[in-house]
């Protein structure tokens, strides 16, 4: 993850060119006042990933549901497409 840390001043001069920089690269601004870290600029995309994340983290129950999901990858137990099709389609949930 890239990071540039700027003053509020410089931030404030380059705002607009900030944003677009954020949206489109996904870089992540510091902006210091005195100093100190003050605040962090990131695009709004980058933002709601990290609250779904943090969401999702907070549930023990879907922590342990994607681990099992990889341990099964790792262990190549999947089903393949045209399993999951054959097995909705059996019970109904699908048209044939």
Do not use: Q, W
């Amino acid at each position: 993850m890239y990071m540039t840390t700027l003053s509020v001043a410089d931030a404030r001069a380059n705002f607009s060119k900030l944003i677009e920089s954020a949206v489109t690269t996904h870089e992540r601004f510091d902006v210091t006042r005195n100093g100190d870290r003050a605040a962090v600029l990131l695009s709004a995309d980058d933002y709601d990933s990290l609250l779904e994340t943090v969401d999702i983290l907070s549930h023990p129950d879907e922590v342990a549901a994607i681990r099992d999901g990889l341990a099964d990858l790792a262990h190549e137990d999947v089903s393949s497409a045209a399993d999951v099709r054959a097995a909705m389609v059996a019970r109904g949930r699908l048209t044939a």
